[in-house]
C-alpha cells in the first residue's frame, strides 16, 4: 500500500497526471476503481489547484486547460458516484478560474441544460449550485456585479425555461414516484439557484417576468403529494426541502424587493399561512415551518401590510394556530432536552443562529407587535392566564402549559435585545418584573418541579439581566448556586449562564454588580463551577468555564485566596483536555481564566508571577510536545509572553527553553506564530543576550515570514525589535541580507501593507541608530537605492501607515531623515526634501484611513474549528509599547528639528518652503512653528 501510494505521489509532478485520472471516471474498470480515480483527482486539485502567492503553479497549464475542457461532457457521462466528485471538482476549479479564466465553462454547461432527462439535469443544476451559492454572502463590488450579470445574462432566462418545463410535468408524472422524485430534485436546485442570483440585487429580467417566476413558486407552496413524503418521518423530504427554498426565496423578495414583488405579498401569506395549518410536529416540517414562519414575520414587520394581520380575528387566529403549537415542547424537543442537552442548548440559547420553531415564533410574536404591540399584548395576555390556570390546577401533569406561557411572556417583553447585554428595549405593557416575582422567583425557591421550568426560569433571568439591579442579583446568586450541581445538562448549564450573564453587566463600564458584593459567593461559586466538569456531559462545558472566567474577571484581587484552589483545578482541566480537545471554545475559556488570574493577583503581588511560572512550566512543557493538544500552543505562548512581560532579569526557565522556541516544529503550525513572536519579542526586551546566541536563527525565521504576505508583517516586527534591542555588532553583518530580502518584497510581490511595515521599520531605524547610516547601509546592498525607495516608496505611502504608534514612530524617524542627514543635503535628495516635508504634514493632518486588512490571524471564536489557529486572550494583551516614549509632542518635534537644522545651514530653507509647498502645508508648518516657539533662520 505505501508503496502504491509513494508511486502516486511521484506520478502527481508529471504532466498528463490529472488528465489520465480524468478519463479513468469513464473507463472500463471496475466501478471502485473509477470512484477512487474521481476521489484522487478531487482532493488533487482542491490542493494543487490554487496558484500560491509566490506565484508557483503546481499543474501544467495544458492539464489545467485539458481538464476544463473535458470535464463536464464526462462527468455527464460517468456513474452517479463519479458524478458527485467530479461536480466537487468543477466547484473547486470554478472558485479559483470562473469566470476570468474560464469564461466558456457557463455557455457550455447552460447548452447541456436543454435535455429532458431529469438525471443530467439535476447533475447540471447541482454543479451550478455550487458555483453561484457565494453570491449570497461576498461583500457587493463592481468585479462580483460584473460576474453576476455575465452569468444572469448567459442563464437565467434558462432557468426560467427549466423551470416552467418541470413545473409543466408534474402533472402528468403525478403517480409516478420515481419521476415525481427526479422533478423535485431538480426543483430544488432550481430555488437554491435563483435565491443565489437574487441574493445581491434584483435582476432586471426578473422585474420583467415576475409572473413567470411566482407562479410556478406559488404552485410548489401549495403542492401536495403523498408519494413525496419521507420515509423517515424525522427528516425533510423533497417536497419540504423545494418549499422551504421558497419560502426562503419570497422571504428575501418580500425584504429586499418590495416594490417588485408587493402585489404578490397576499397570494404567498395566504399559501403559506394554508401549508402552515397542514403541518404537524414531525421532524419533516422542523425546516419548513421555520422558513414559512420567517417569512411571515418579514410580512408582519412591513407597514404596507398592516392590513393583512391587524385585527383582533387574525391575531386570536395566528396564536391559536400558529403561536402556541409552535412554542409547546414536542416530544422529540423533551428527548433532546433529557438525552442530548448540548444540541439543546445550542438550539434555545440566547443569541444563537439556528432556526427552530420555537425561535422563529418567538420572533414571530415581536414582529406582530412592531404595530399592533398594545393590541397584540392584551390578547396574549388572556393565553397567559389562561395557561398558568392549567399549570396551577396540576402543576405536575400540566407543568408544559407554564413553559409555554413563559416563553409568550419573553416573546412579548422584549422589544430589543444584544448579545452583550439581553433585552434593552421592554414593552411597556408587560410588567415584567411582576411576572419575575409571582413565577420565576418561587419555582427557582422550590428545588422541586420540572427541570424543564428551570430551565425556562434561569434563561429569564440572563434575558432579563439588566433589569435586575445590584440587590436582585445578590439576592439570585445564592438561588441559582445550587442548580449548578443539577444532573440534568440543560439545566445547570442555564444556571452556569445565568450567573456569567449576571455579572456581565456594567452600568457606564463599571460592573452592576462589582467585587465587594461577588466577594462572599467566590469560594463557592468556584466550588460548584469546577464540579460541574465532573458530569460525563459537562466535561468541557463551556458556559461553566465562561462563568469562572466571570468570576476571576470580576472578582479581580478578591480572588487571590482561591487563587491556588483555581490554579490546581486548572492545571487538572488542562491535563484531562489535552488528551483529545474537543471544544475550542471552552479551551478558549479556560486560558482566558489564566490569564484573568495572572493579571488580577500580579498585580497585587508581583512576587506572584514565580509562583505562576514554577506551577504552569512543567504542564506547559509537556503539551507542547503532545501530539493531541497542538491547538494549545498559540494560547501556552500567550500566557509565556504575559509572565515575562513583567520581568525586568531574565530567569532561568526562559533560557531553558529558549532554544526549543527555534524548532521549525514550532513555526510550522501558523496559529503559533503571533504569539511566539511576542514571545521573540519579549526575551529581547528582557535580556537581548540570551537571543544573541541563537541570532542566525531568529534571522531565518524572519526569512521565512517575509517570504508569506499573511505573515510579513511579524517577520517585519521581528527585525524591528532585533535592531532596536540588540548592539549594532550583534546584528550588522547581517543587515545586507536582511535589507536585500525587503527590497525581494517590495520588487516582486509588494503589498500595502508591507510597504507600510517597511516605511515603519526605515523610519525607526533612522531615529534609532541615525539616518546616515541606515542610508549606508541601504545602498551597499545597491548603489543609490536609497534614493528611488524614498521618492517612489517611502513618500507616496507614509501618509499610508496605520496605529497611533506606528504613525508617531513613522513622523519621528522621517523628521531625522528631514533634518539630521548629511546624505539628504546633497545629490538626488534636496528634489525629494521638500516632498518628504510635505508627507510628514500629510501625517499629521489628513485622517488615519484603513488601507489593507485586518490581520487574518485573529478569528472570532465562532469561526474557530479543530486545527491550530492564533485566537487572542484578552486578559493577556499585549502591551503596547511605544519605542520613543522620550519625544512627546511629535509636531514640536519637527518644528525644533526646522530649526536647528536652519541654524546650521542658515537661509537655506525658507524659499524652499515657500516655493515648494502648497499654502495650505505651509499654514499647517508655521503653525507648529508659533505652537513651539521655533523660528527658521
Known amino acids: 500500500m505505501k508503496e502504491a501510494e509513494q ?69 455527464l457521462r460517468s456513474g452517479e458516484k463519479e458524478k458527485a466528485q467530479l461536480g466537487e471538482c468543477i466547484h473547486l476549479i470554478c472558485k479559483e478560474d470562473f469566470p476570468a479564466k474560464w469564461q466558456n465553462f457557463l455557455p457550455d454547461i447552460v447548452k447541456r441544460l436543454h435535455t429532458k432527462d431529469p438525471s443530467t439535469m439535476y447533475c447540471i443544476l447541482e454543479v451550478l449550485a455550487n458555483v453561484v451559492e457565494r453570491y449570497r454572502y461576498e461583500n457587493k463590488s463592481e468585479t462580483l456585479w460584473r460576474e453576476i450579470k455575465f452569468v444572469n445574462d448567459t442563464f437565467i432566462a434558462p432557468l426560467l425555461k427549466t423551470l416552467q418545463f418541470l413545473c409543466g410535468i408534474i402533472g402528468e408524472s403525478q403517480n409516478n414516484k420515481q419521476q415525481l422524485t427526479a422533478i423535485f430534485k431538480c426543483l430544488n436546485q432550481v430555488c437554491q439557484i435563483f435565491f443565489s442570483l437574487s441574493s445581491q440585487d434584483i435582476l432586471a429580467f426578473v422585474q ?4 413567470n417566476f411566482m407562479k410556478p413558486f406559488l404552485g410548489l407552496i401549495g403542492f401536495q403529494s403523498p408519494l413525496l413524503n419521507p ?7 423533497l417536497l419540504e426541502s423545494t418549499q422551504a427554498g421558497v419560502c426562503d426565496i419570497v422571504r428575501l423578495y418580500t425584504d429586499k424587493y418590495e416594490d417588485d414583488f408587493n402585489e404578490w405579498v397576499p397570494k404567498f401569506v395566504q399559501t403559506v399561512w394554508d401549508m402552515l395549518t397542514r ?40 396564536a391559536e394556530k400558529v403561536i402556541i403549537p409552535q412554542l409547546k415542547l414536542r416530544e422529540s424537543d423533551l428527548e433532546l432536552f433529557e438525552y442530548n442537552g448540548l444540541e439543546y442548548v445550542r438550539r ?56 409555554v406561557a413563559m416563553y409568550i411572556v419573553m416573546a412579548l417583553a422584549i422589544r430589543g435585545s444584544t448579545r452583550t447585554r439581553g433585552a434593552t428595549q421592554i414593552n411597556p405593557f408587560v410588567k415584567v418584573m411582576d411576572f ?36 436582585a442579583c445578590r439576592t439570585l446568586i445564592p438561588l441559582i448556586a445550587p442548580y449548578l450541581g443539577h444532573k440534568n445538562f440543560v439545566v445547570h448549564t442555564y444556571a452556569a449562564a445565568s450567573i456569567e450573564k449576571l455579572l456581565s453587566v456594567k452600568d457606564n463600564g463599571t460592573p452592576r454588580m462589582g467585587k465587594a458584593q461577588l466577594q462572599p459567593f467566590i469560594k463557592p461559586l468556584l466550588q460548584e463551577l469546577f ?11 463551556e458556559y461553566g468555564m465562561k462563568a469562572i472566567m466571570r468570576i476571576c474577571a470580576v472578582g479581580e484581587d478578591a480572588l487571590i485566596p482561591c487563587a491556588e484552589f483555581v490554579i490546581n483545578q486548572i492545571k487538572t482541566t488542562l491535563h484531562a483536555v489535552a488528551q483529545n480537545p474537543r471544544n475550542p471554545k471552552f479551551n478558549h475559556f479556560l486560558f482566558e481564566t489564566l490569564a484573568c488570574l495572572i493579571t488580577n493577583v500580579c498585580k497585587v503581588n508581583t512576587a506572584a508571577v514565580e509562583k505562576f511560572e514554577a506551577s504552569l512550566f512543567p504542564p506547559f512543557q509537556t503539551m507542547l510536545q503532545m501530539e493531541t493538544c497542538q491547538e494549545f500552543g498559540p494560547y501556552v505562548f500567550q500566557i509565556l509572553s504575559q509572565l515575562l512581560e513583567k520581568h525586568t532579569k531574565m530567569t532561568k526557565p526562559y533560557v531553558s527553553i529558549f532554544p526549543a522556541l527555534l524548532h521549525p516544529r514550532m513555526w510550522a503550525n501558523k496559529g503559533n506564530i503571533p504569539a511566539m513572536i511576542r514571545l521573540l519579542v519579549a526575551y529581547l526586551r528582557v535580556d537581548p543576550s540570551v537571543v544573541g546566541q541563537k541570532l542566525e536563527g531568529l534571522l531565518g525565521i524572519f526569512q521565512k515570514l517575509i517570504a508569506n504576505k499573511r505573515e510579513d508583517h511579524h517577520g517585519m516586527a521581528l527585525i524591528s525589535a532585533i535592531v532596536e534591542r540588540m548592539p549594532t555588532q550583534a546584528w550588522g553583518r547581517h543587515a545586507p541580507t536582511f535589507l536585500q530580502m525587503m527590497f525581494q518584497r517590495l520588487m516582486n510581490s509588494r503589498t500595502q501593507k508591507f510597504v507600510c511595515n517597511f516605511i515603519s521599520f526605515s523610519a525607526f531605524f533612522c531615529h534609532k541608530h541615525g539616518p546616515d547610516v541606515y542610508i549606508q547601509m541601504v545602498d551597499q546592498v545597491q548603489k543609490g537605492i536609497f534614493a528611488n525607495l524614498l521618492a517612489k516608496v517611502v513618500v507616496p505611502n507614509v501618509q499610508k501607515v496605520e496605529g497611533k504608534v506606528e504613525r508617531k514612530s513613522c513622523a519621528i524617524g522621517m523628521i531625522d531623515l528631514l533634518c539630521k542627514s548629511k546624505a539628504m543635503m546633497s545629490g538626488p535628495y534636496p528634489q525629494i526634501w521638500p516632498q518628504l516635508l510635505t508627507a510628514i504634514i500629510n501625517l499629521f493632518e489628513l485622517p488615519e484611513t484603513r488601507t489593507y486588512e485586518a490581520d487574518d490571524d485573529i478569528m472570532d471564536m465562532s469561526q474557530r474549528g479543530f486545527k491550530t489557529v492564533y485566537a487572542r486572550l484578552v486578559f ?5 509599547y511605544d519605542p520613543l516614549g522620550d519625544v512627546p509632542n511629535v509636531k514640536a518635534y519637527l518644528a525644533k528639528s526646522l530649526e536647528g537644522l536652519s541654524r546650521q545651514m542658515p537661509k537655506q530653507f525658507g524659499g524652499v518652503i515657500k516655493q515648494k509647498l502648497s499654502p495650505d502645508h505651509q499654514k499647517a508648518l508655521l503653525g507648529y512653528m508659533q505652537a513651539s516657539g521655533a523660528t527658521l533662520h
Open 7 to 75: 508511486f502516486l505521489k511521484r506520478a502527481e509532478q508529471s504532466q498528463g497526471f490529472p488528465v489520465m485520472l480524468l478519463q479513468v471516471a469513464v473507463a472500463k474498470a471496475p466501478p471502485q476503481a473509477r470512484i477512487a480515480g474521481t476521489v484522487y483527482l478531487k482532493n488533487f486539485v482542491k490542493k494543487n489547484w490554487r496558484i500560491d502567492d509566490d506565484g508557483k503553479n503546481k499543474i501544467h497549464p495544458n492539464d489545467r486547460n485539458q481538464l476544463k475542457t473535458n470535464i463536464t461532457e464526462i462527468m
Open 208 to 211: 420583467d417576468n415576475m409572473e
Open 231 to 237: 420515509s423517515d418521518e424525522d427528516e425533510p423530504g
Open 279 to 318: 403541518t404537524n410536529e414531525k421532524g419533516r416540517f422542523d425546516q419548513l415551518v421555520p422558513k414559512a414562519i420567517r417569512f411571515l414575520t418579514s410580512v408582519v414587520e412591513k407597514e404596507w401590510h398592516k392590513k393583512l394581520f391587524g385585527n383582533e380575528k387574525a391575531i386570536k387566529t395566528f
Open 348 to 403: 434555545d440559547m440566547e443569541g444563537s443562529d439556528v432556526d427552530t420553531r420555537r425561535r422563529t415564533t418567538v420572533d414571530f410574536v415581536r414582529g406582530l407587535c412592531k404595530f399592533f404591540e398594545q393590541q397584540v399584548t392584551a390578547i396574549m395576555k388572556g393565553y397567559i392566564e389562561i395557561l398558568l390556570k392549567e399549570y396551577q390546577s396540576n402543576p405536575q401533569k400540566n407543568w408544559i402549559s407554564k413553559d
Open 436 to 471: 419575575f416575582q409571582s413565577q420565576v422567583l418561587p419555582e427557582l425557591k422550590n428545588k422541586q418541579g420540572n427541570p424543564v421550568l428551570k430551565a425556562d426560569c434561569l434563561k429569564f433571568i440572563a434575558s432579563f439581566r439588566t433589569q435586575l439591579n445590584a440587590d
Open 531 to 541: 464540579r460541574m466538569f465532573q458530569h460525563d456531559e459537562s466535561k468541557e462545558n
Open 876 to 880: 493577556a494583551p499585549e502591551i503596547k
